[in-house]
């Protein structure tokens, strides 16, 4: 959701099964800002892992590669 002076994005919701997300210093995030656009409005947010609303959730406990971390990644009115 863009702000009222446009100067920034707020960013809401969840993903899950990120590879790597318990070590990642940022996150390429896809985001969809204007609907109406279809997929010419989705545009790539590059969001710092220590920004002010990210939680990377617990580790999945994965039958397969076991090598790397898979974590759900949590956005709660990040704002980039």
């Avoid at 279809?38 to 580790?59: P, S």
């Amino acid at each position: 959701e863009k702000s009222s002076d446009g100067s920034y994005y707020t960013i809401n919701g969840s993903k899950m099964w990120i590879s790597n997300a318990e070590h990642a210093g940022v996150f390429l995030v896809m985001a969809n800002v204007d609907p109406s656009a279809g997929y010419k409005g989705i545009t790539c947010f590059v969001v710092d892992a220590k920004t002010a609303g990210i939680e990377v959730g617990q580790k999945e406990n994965k039958l397969g590669i076991r090598a790397s971390s898979t974590c759900p990644v949590h956005f709660d009115n990040v704002k980039v």
